[in-house]
C-alpha cells in the first residue's frame, strides 16, 4: 500500500475538520491555541452550525483566529471582546456566538467587560485561554502568572508584595447568577483533548435555550513564553499550574 | 408678537413645569416655543429657572440677557433678575420673603401673595399654577380655558382628577395680582 | 397622515427619532446633560414595538464596543454621551472607523477639561472633526441648532453613516440637549429583516453561508503596503464626503458687510444678534455649518470673496475659528468670541463684541 493509498478519506480514522482553512497557523510549535482552534471547528462542525456562528476574536497570540476557522469573525480591541460579543448576540439572538480570549485580554485590560458580560448572564460562550503570560508581546507578566513565576517584566519572579495575586477568574465568575457554566480545562493529553472539547461543545449547546452564560476555561502552557520545550511545559503545567486552576467544573446548572 | 419670558425661584417651586405647562399651552395654539432650564444640582433644591419664548414666528436665540417679563419667586431671583426686564417690560414677583423690593422705575411691576396663599389654603402643589394665573392676567396671550385644555391633554387621564383645583388656582392667580 | 407634533427636549427627541427611524439597538452609560436618551427609550419599551434593543452598559467604553459589535452585524446601532464619556469612546470609534463600519454616536457636550461642568459647551469641536482617536480618520460631524434637527439627524446619520461605511456623529450640546421646542416626529419606519440585511449589506457579520467566504471585521493589517492603501482608501472617501456632503445655512448673508460664522446653540444666538445688529443699521449675516466635517470650506472662501470681516462665535476658546481661518486664506480678518467652562454667550455680547473686534 503506497502513502496515496493509505491517505484515501475511507481510510483516515481522523479527518481534519472542514471548517479548518489551509492557512498555515502561526502558533509556536506546542502551544495549545492550534489545539483548541480544531475542538472548536469540530464543535461547530458536528453541531452544523457554521452558517450561524459568529465568533469574536481577541489580541492577544490569538489575534489572527480568523484565518484559522472558517466562520463570520469580528476582531475586538484589547479586552472588549465580551462588549463586542454582547452586541452581536442582543441583535442577532438566534446565532451562536463566542469570545475566544487570553489571560492579559480577558481578566486583565477586560476584566469590566468580562465581569459584566457573565452578570447580565449575555447568552453567548467565552473560551479563556490561561497560559499565564502575555505571549504575543514577548512574555510579559499577566495578571494569572503564578507566584515567582518568571516573566519579562518579573524577571525575579512575580513578586506577590508588588504585583499582586494570581487572579482566579473563574472563581470570580461561576458565583455569578447570570453564569450556567463555568468549567476549567486542559488539553495537554489526548483524554484532556477530549473533555476539553465536551466542555466546549456543552458550552454552545447551552446558547440553545438561551439560559445565561458559559465560560470554558484551558488552563493552557506557553513554551515558547516559558521558555521550555513543549514536553516540558506540560510538565510544568501540571506541576504548577493546576494546583493554584484546578481542573473541572465550578459551576453546571 | 414674541414673548421672553423668565420665570425664577427655588427648585421644587414648580418653576419649569409652570413654564412646560405654558409653552405646551401656546404650541397647542400654533405659536412657536423654547423652553430652557437651568439644569443640574441646582434642581435639587437651590435656585431653578426657566426661560420660555412664545412667538408668531420661529425662535432665534432661545439664550436671553433681557426679558419682556421676568417672573421672581424668591429674593435670589428678584435681586438677579431684576435688571434683565426690559425697559417698559414686566417684572412679577412673589412678596413672600422679600426683604429687599425691586426699585426700577423703568418697568411695570405686580406683586402676588400666592405662596402664602398657597400654603395658608393647602395647595401648596398649585402653587406654580397660581403664578401663571397671574402671569396671563397681566399677559392675556393665551387664556385660562387654553391653560386648562393643555393640562388635560399632557396630564395622563389618572390625573384628571386635579384638574378643577389647577383651575381654581388659575383664578385665584389672576384675582391677587396687584400693580405697584 | 397627520403629523405627530411634540413638545420635547433635544435628548427626548433623539430617543423618539432613534425609534422611529428603525433603529436596532442602543448602548448607554448615564451622563448628565444626556440621560434622558436612555431614559427615553427604556420608558417608551421599544423592544415591545419595533424590536428595538435597548441596553444600559457597565461603561461608556463597553458601550462604544456593543456598538462596535452591533454595527459589525450589519445593524442600525447608537450610542450617546457627554464630553467625558466620549472621551472613553474614542478607542471604540477608532475601531469603528478604521473597520469600515456605520454607527451614530451623540455628544451632548459639556464643558470640560477633565470632570469639568455639566453645562453646556461646544469645546469638543476638535475632538469631533480633527479625529479624537488614534490614526487617521474621520468622523461625518453634525450640529444640530434645534430640538427638530436633533430628531432629524437621527435619520440622516444613519443614511450617512451606512452610504459611506463610516461613523457619524451628532455634536449637540447641553442647551440644544435640554432644551424643549416643538419638533414633528418622523413616521415609523420599519426595521430592515435579517434577510435584508444579508442582501444589502454583503460585508455583515451575519453567519457564514456556502456561498460566500467568511466576512471578517477587522481594523487590523499588519502589513504596511496593504494598511497604506486601506489608509488611501479611507483617504478618498473623506474626500467624497467633502464634496458631497457639505450641509450648511446663510442668514442675511446677500447684503451684509460681516459675517457670523457658529455652529449648534450658538448659532442660535447669533441668529438674534444678527436681528440686533440689523436694528442698529450694521450689516452683518450669519454662515451656519450643519457638517462640521465636511466643513464647509468652499462656501466660506467665496464669502472671503465680498465680506469686510468674520467673526467666529463658540463655546470654547477657539476651535472651529481655525477651520474658518483656514477657508477665509488671510484674505479677510477672522476673528474669534467665545465664553468658557459653561457659559453661554448671550446675543447682546456677541453684538458687542462684533462691533469691537470686526467692524469698522
Known amino acids: ?253 | 408678537m414674541t414673548e421672553e419670558l423668565i420665570i425664577a425661584g427655588f427648585g421644587g417651586q414648580g418653576v419649569l413645569s409652570m413654564g412646560k405647562i405654558l409653552a405646551y399651552t401656546a404650541l397647542m395654539n400654533e405659536k412657536h416655543v423654547s423652553w430652557l432650564p437651568s439644569y443640574g444640582p441646582e434642581m435639587r433644591g437651590g435656585t431653578a429657572n426657566v426661560t420660555v419664548i412664545l412667538s408668531d414666528e420661529e425662535v432665534s436665540s432661545p439664550v436671553l440677557k433681557r426679558f419682556d417679563t421676568v417672573i421672581a419667586l424668591n429674593q435670589p431671583s428678584l435681586t438677579k433678575f431684576e435688571e434683565e426686564v426690559k425697559p417698559g417690560g414686566v417684572l412679577i414677583y412673589d412678596t413672600n420673603g422679600i426683604k429687599n423690593p425691586p426699585s426700577r422705575t423703568d418697568i411695570e411691576i405686580y406683586t402676588i401673595d400666592a405662596a402664602q396663599k398657597a400654603s395658608e389654603m393647602g395647595m401648596l402643589k398649585v402653587f406654580n399654577m397660581m403664578v401663571l394665573g397671574a402671569y396671563l392676567e397681566v399677559k392675556p396671550i393665551l387664556t385660562l380655558e387654553d391653560v386648562l385644555a393643555g393640562l388635560k391633554k399632557s396630564l395622563p387621564e389618572r390625573h384628571h382628577k386635579l384638574l378643577p383645583v389647577n383651575e381654581k388656582a388659575l383664578q385665584m392667580g389672576g384675582d391677587m395680582i396687584t400693580k405697584l | ?360
Not at chain 3, 480618520?137 to 451606512?162: C, H, R, T, W
Not at chain 3, 451575519?206 to 504596511?224: A, C, F, M, P, Y
Open chain 3, 1 to 360: 397622515m397627520k403629523e405627530d407634533i411634540r413638545l420635547l427636549k433635544g435628548n427626548e427627541a433623539i430617543a423618539m427619532a432613534a425609534i422611529r427611524c428603525g433603529c436596532d439597538g442602543y448602548f448607554g452609560y448615564p451622563i448628565t446633560p444626556q440621560s434622558e436618551i436612555m431614559e427615553t427609550l427604556m420608558a417608551e419599551q421599544p423592544w415591545e414595538d419595533t424590536g428595538m434593543v435597548v441596553l444600559q452598559a457597565e461603561s461608556e467604553v463597553a458601550a462604544i464596543n456593543m456598538v462596535y459589535g452591533g454595527a459589525g452585524c450589519g445593524k442600525k446601532v447608537m450610542t450617546s454621551s457627554s464630553s467625558p464619556g466620549i472621551s472613553l469612546k474614542q478607542e471604540g470609534i477608532s475601531y469603528i472607523a478604521g473597520a469600515e463600519l456605520p454607527c451614530l454616536i451623540v455628544n451632548v457636550v459639556r464643558g470640560g477639561p477633565g470632570l469639568g461642568t455639566i453645562q453646556p459647551s461646544q469645546a469638543d469641536y476638535f475632538q469631533a472633526v480633527k479625529g479624537g482617536g488614534h490614526g487617521d480618520y474621520k468622523l461625518i460631524v453634525l450640529a444640530p441648532n434645534s430640538v427638530q434637527e436633533m430628531a432629524d439627524f437621527v435619520d440622516l446619520g444613519f443614511e450617512l453613516g451606512f452610504k459611506y461605511r463610516n461613523p457619524v456623529m451628532i455634536l449637540s450640546d447641553g442647551i440644544i440637549g435640554q432644551m424643549m421646542e416643538r419638533v414633528v416626529l418622523p413616521p415609523q419606519k420599519k426595521r430592515l429583516t435579517e434577510a435584508e440585511i444579508e442582501e444589502k449589506y454583503l460585508w455583515a457579520t451575519t453567519g457564514k453561508k456556502n456561498n460566500r467566504k467568511q466576512n471578517v471585521i477587522t481594523s487590523l493589517e499588519l502589513d504596511s503596503e496593504s494598511m497604506e492603501a486601506n489608509n488611501l482608501r479611507f483617504q478618498e472617501k473623506y474626500q467624497v464626503m467633502q464634496e458631497e456632503e457639505v450641509r450648511y445655512e446663510e442668514y442675511m448673508s446677500d447684503d451684509a458687510d460681516y459675517m457670523l460664522v457658529a455652529f449648534g446653540s450658538c448659532a442660535r444666538i447669533c441668529h438674534k444678534a444678527v436681528e440686533l445688529a440689523r436694528e442698529q443699521g450694521i450689516k452683518v449675516g450669519l454662515l451656519r455649518p450643519i457638517t462640521l466635517f465636511p466643513f464647509p470650506k468652499k462656501q466660506i472662501a467665496e464669502l472671503a470673496e465680498n465680506k469686510k470681516g468674520f467673526l467666529t462665535v463658540e463655546m470654547n476658546a477657539g476651535q472651529m475659528v481655525e477651520d474658518v481661518r483656514l477657508a477665509v486664506c488671510g484674505k479677510k480678518p477672522v476673528e474669534f468670541f467665545g465664553r468658557l467652562g459653561g457659559i453661554v454667550p448671550t446675543p447682546d455680547e456677541v453684538l458687542e463684541a462684533l462691533k469691537t473686534k470686526v467692524v469698522q
Open chain 1, 1 to 253: 500500500m503506497d502513502i496515496k493509498e493509505i491517505m484515501k478519506p475511507e481510510n483516515q480514522v481522523k479527518a481534519k475538520s472542514k471548517l479548518l482553512t489551509d492557512v498555515p497557523m502561526h502558533y509556536c510549535p506546542g502551544c495549545s491555541h492550534g489545539v483548541v482552534h480544531k475542538l472548536i471547528a469540530e464543535v461547530i462542525e458536528e453541531m452544523g452550525i457554521q452558517e450561524n456562528t459568529v465568533a469574536v476574536s481577541p489580541v492577544g497570540c490569538a489575534v489572527f483566529a480568523y484565518n484559522y476557522i472558517d466562520i463570520d469573525w469580528h476582531e475586538a480591541a484589547h479586552g472588549r471582546a465580551p462588549a463586542v460579543a454582547t452586541g452581536i448576540k442582543r441583535l442577532q439572538p438566534d446565532k451562536f456566538v463566542f469570545t475566544y480570549q487570553g489571560d492579559g485580554d480577558l481578566a486583565a485590560i477586560g476584566t469590566a467587560e468580562t465581569i459584566h458580560a457573565c452578570n447580565r448572564g449575555e447568552n453567548f460562550t467565552i473560551i479563556f485561554i490561561n497560559n499565564g503570560i502575555y505571549g504575543m508581546t514577548g512574555g510579559q507578566m499577566a495578571p494569572t502568572t503564578l507566584e515567582g513565576m518568571k516573566t519579562s517584566t518579573s524577571p525575579q519572579g512575580r513578586d506577590v508584595s508588588m504585583a499582586g495575586f494570581p487572579l482566579k477568574i473563574a472563581d470570580m465568575v461561576a458565583p455569578l447568577d447570570g453564569m450556567r457554566y463555568v468549567t476549567r480545562q486542559s488539553v495537554h493529553t489526548p483524554t484532556a483533548v477530549r473533555k476539553a472539547k465536551k466542555a466546549i461543545r456543552k458550552a454552545f449547546e447551552n446558547q440553545k435555550d438561551n439560559k445565561g452564560g458559559s465560560l470554558v476555561e484551558i488552563v493552557s502552557t506557553c513554551n515558547a513564553g516559558w521558555k521550555m520545550t513543549p514536553a516540558k511545559a506540560n510538565e510544568w503545567l501540571v506541576d504548577n499550574m493546576f494546583p493554584a486552576y484546578p481542573i473541572g467544573d465550578l459551576k453546571n446548572v
